[in-house]
Protein backbone atom coordinates (compact mmCIF):
# COMPACT_ATOMS: atom_id res chain seq x y z
CA UNK A 1 0.00 0.00 0.00
CA UNK A 2 3.25 2.03 0.66
CA UNK A 3 3.59 2.12 -2.99
CA UNK A 4 1.41 5.16 -4.17
CA UNK A 5 3.07 8.44 -4.26
CA UNK A 6 3.22 10.39 -0.76
CA UNK A 7 1.80 13.42 -2.94
CA UNK A 8 -1.79 11.31 -2.96
CA UNK A 9 -2.26 10.85 0.68
CA UNK A 10 -3.87 12.24 3.77
CA UNK A 11 -3.06 11.07 7.02
CA UNK A 12 -3.92 11.68 10.54
CA UNK A 13 -1.95 10.21 13.75
CA UNK A 14 -2.44 10.27 17.57
CA UNK A 15 -1.09 8.77 20.19
CA UNK A 16 -3.99 6.72 22.50
CA UNK A 17 -4.02 5.95 26.01
CA UNK A 18 -5.13 2.45 25.73
CA UNK A 19 -4.28 -1.07 24.41
CA UNK A 20 -4.43 -1.68 21.01
CA UNK A 21 -6.59 -4.68 21.20
CA UNK A 22 -8.93 -2.51 22.85
CA UNK A 23 -8.65 -0.32 19.72
CA UNK A 24 -8.93 -2.86 17.00
CA UNK A 25 -12.00 -3.93 18.48
CA UNK A 26 -13.36 -0.89 18.69
CA UNK A 27 -12.38 -0.52 14.70
CA UNK A 28 -13.47 -4.40 14.02
CA UNK A 29 -16.94 -4.79 16.16
CA UNK A 30 -19.67 -3.07 14.43
CA UNK A 31 -21.63 -2.87 17.23
CA UNK A 32 -18.59 -0.59 18.78
CA UNK A 33 -17.91 0.96 15.22
CA UNK A 34 -21.55 2.53 15.48
CA UNK A 35 -20.86 4.37 18.23
CA UNK A 36 -17.83 6.42 16.93
CA UNK A 37 -17.58 6.00 13.36
CA UNK A 38 -18.17 9.51 11.86
CA UNK A 39 -17.66 13.25 12.62
CA UNK A 40 -19.10 14.71 16.01
CA UNK A 41 -23.16 14.60 15.43
CA UNK A 42 -23.12 11.99 13.32
CA UNK A 43 -24.99 8.61 13.86
CA UNK A 44 -23.78 5.53 11.87
CA UNK A 45 -27.31 3.62 12.56
CA UNK A 46 -25.71 0.87 10.23
CA UNK A 47 -22.52 -1.16 9.97
CA UNK A 48 -21.57 -4.48 8.05
CA UNK A 49 -18.79 -6.31 8.29
CA UNK A 50 -17.23 -9.46 6.87
CA UNK A 51 -14.13 -9.82 8.53
CA UNK A 52 -11.84 -10.90 6.03
CA UNK A 53 -9.49 -10.45 3.08
CA UNK A 54 -11.90 -9.43 0.16
CA UNK A 55 -14.96 -8.86 2.91
CA UNK A 56 -17.57 -6.50 3.03
CA UNK A 57 -17.39 -3.26 4.55
CA UNK A 58 -19.98 -1.20 4.67
CA UNK A 59 -21.21 2.19 6.71
CA UNK A 60 -23.98 4.00 6.40
CA UNK A 61 -23.44 7.42 8.29
CA UNK A 62 -26.68 10.07 9.23
CA UNK A 63 -26.02 13.76 9.65
CA UNK A 64 -28.18 15.78 12.33
CA UNK A 65 -30.68 16.80 8.94
CA UNK A 66 -31.13 13.26 8.18
CA UNK A 67 -29.13 13.40 4.79
CA UNK A 68 -27.26 9.98 4.51
CA UNK A 69 -23.77 9.10 3.59
CA UNK A 70 -23.26 5.20 2.44
CA UNK A 71 -19.98 3.57 2.10
CA UNK A 72 -19.25 0.30 1.18
CA UNK A 73 -16.02 -1.20 0.05
CA UNK A 74 -13.77 -4.46 1.08
CA UNK A 75 -10.91 -5.10 3.36
CA UNK A 76 -7.74 -6.07 1.60
CA UNK A 77 -5.65 -7.19 4.94
CA UNK A 78 -6.52 -7.33 7.79
CA UNK A 79 -3.26 -8.31 10.67
CA UNK A 80 -5.25 -8.50 13.57
CA UNK A 81 -4.43 -6.28 16.02
CA UNK A 82 -1.75 -4.19 14.14
CA UNK A 83 -3.24 -3.24 10.97
CA UNK A 84 -6.59 -2.82 8.66
CA UNK A 85 -6.52 -2.19 4.83
CA UNK A 86 -9.72 -1.01 2.89
CA UNK A 87 -10.57 0.27 -0.11
CA UNK A 88 -14.12 1.66 -1.37
CA UNK A 89 -12.63 1.22 -5.14
CA UNK A 90 -14.30 -2.35 -4.79
CA UNK A 91 -17.36 -4.36 -3.85
CA UNK A 92 -17.33 -7.53 -2.65
CA UNK A 93 -16.76 -10.18 -5.42
CA UNK A 94 -13.84 -7.49 -6.53
CA UNK A 95 -16.36 -5.47 -8.58
CA UNK A 96 -14.98 -2.13 -8.98
CA UNK A 97 -17.45 0.26 -7.46
CA UNK A 98 -17.16 2.95 -10.50
CA UNK A 99 -15.85 5.15 -8.81
CA UNK A 100 -11.84 5.05 -7.45
CA UNK A 101 -11.43 7.33 -4.55
CA UNK A 102 -9.03 5.55 -2.12
CA UNK A 103 -7.24 2.85 -0.18
CA UNK A 104 -7.40 3.16 3.57
CA UNK A 105 -4.71 1.70 5.45
CA UNK A 106 -4.96 1.76 9.43
CA UNK A 107 -2.34 1.01 11.37
CA UNK A 108 -1.80 0.45 15.47
CA UNK A 109 1.45 0.26 17.35
CA UNK A 110 2.01 -0.69 20.59
CA UNK A 111 3.98 1.89 22.87
CA UNK A 112 4.64 1.03 26.68
CA UNK A 113 3.28 -1.91 26.79
CA UNK A 114 -0.78 -0.39 27.06
CA UNK A 115 -0.89 3.13 24.98
CA UNK A 116 -1.22 2.71 21.06
CA UNK A 117 0.10 5.07 18.36
CA UNK A 118 -2.92 5.41 16.13
CA UNK A 119 -2.00 6.11 11.91
CA UNK A 120 -4.70 5.76 9.43
CA UNK A 121 -3.54 6.82 5.91
CA UNK A 122 -6.27 7.47 3.05
CA UNK A 123 -4.33 7.11 -0.49
CA UNK A 124 -5.88 8.13 -3.33
CA UNK A 125 -5.94 7.32 -6.78
CA UNK A 126 -5.05 10.59 -7.85
CA UNK A 127 -4.06 14.02 -7.32
CA UNK A 128 -7.98 14.90 -8.08
CA UNK A 129 -9.25 12.11 -5.84
CA UNK A 130 -7.60 13.94 -2.58
CA UNK A 131 -8.49 17.41 -3.56
CA UNK A 132 -12.03 15.94 -3.35
CA UNK A 133 -11.44 14.21 0.07
CA UNK A 134 -9.86 17.55 1.59
CA UNK A 135 -12.48 19.60 0.26
CA UNK A 136 -14.61 17.40 1.76
CA UNK A 137 -13.20 18.14 5.18
CA UNK A 138 -10.71 14.49 5.54
CA UNK A 139 -8.73 16.68 8.46
CA UNK A 140 -12.23 17.39 10.46
CA UNK A 141 -14.17 14.67 10.04
CA UNK A 142 -11.55 11.74 10.26
CA UNK A 143 -9.74 13.68 13.15
CA UNK A 144 -13.60 14.01 15.09
CA UNK A 145 -14.18 10.86 14.12
CA UNK A 146 -11.17 9.70 15.68
CA UNK A 147 -12.07 11.75 18.83
CA UNK A 148 -14.85 9.45 19.15
CA UNK A 149 -12.94 6.63 18.97
CA UNK A 150 -10.28 7.79 21.28
CA UNK A 151 -13.24 8.54 24.31
CA UNK A 152 -14.51 5.08 23.65
CA UNK A 153 -11.23 3.13 23.82
CA UNK A 154 -10.74 5.38 27.18
CA UNK A 155 -13.54 5.85 29.04
CA UNK A 156 -16.59 3.62 27.28
CA UNK A 157 -15.16 0.02 27.04
CA UNK A 158 -12.42 -2.27 28.82
CA UNK A 159 -10.52 -5.14 27.65
Known amino acids: MSTQPAEFEL ?12 VFR ?17 TTPE ?3 HLWVGGLFRTLMRAPDGTEYPTQGVFLEIVAP ?12 WIPSGKP ?39 DGWGQSLDRLVTLVTEGMRD
Open 26 to 42: AWTEPALLQQWWGPHGM
Open 82 to 93: RRLVFTDAFTPG
Open 101 to 139: FMTAEVTLQEVDGNKTLYTARAMHWSAEDKKAHETMGFH
Open 11 to 22: SISRLIDAPRSR
Open 47 to 49: CEM
